[in-house]
């Protein structure tokens, strides 16, 4: 998956992450991110890997291109995986519907 600039700022956004937090943990310098969100820079190969595996240790995960787009969307923490899992367990056994 190749990170964009814009990917990387709906990433932050979606994790809570100022780009001071963010380069502090991807050992990059804000103006750098600033330039390579907003277009204006860009960053190399390792650099993107850096930022990207920081931006997926906050909590994003990078949807590749599938003919709709290249997206990202937050991780499911585990307390909310469980909630999932018990709420998909209380419904019972499937049955056919009698509404017609």
């Known amino acids: 998956m190749m990170l964009t600039g814009p990917l990387s700022r ?18 990059l310098d804000v103006e ?13 190969a390792r650099q993107k ?20 787009g290249a997206g990202v969307r937050l991780k499911f923490t585990r307390s909310e995986t469980r909630r999932l899992s018990v709420l998909e367990s209380e419904g019972g056994i499937a049955a056919d519907d009698d509404v017609p």
Do not use: H, K, S
């Open 49 to 68: 890997a850096g930022l990207q595996a920081a931006l997926e240790a906050a909590g994003a995960v990078f949807i590749p291109e599938n003919g709709g």
């Open 32 to 44: 750098a991110i600033r330039a390579f969100e907003r277009g204006l820079g860009e960053l190399d």
């Open 10 to 27: 709906a990433a932050r956004a979606l994790v809570e992450l100022t780009r001071e937090q963010l380069a502090t943990q991807c050992g």
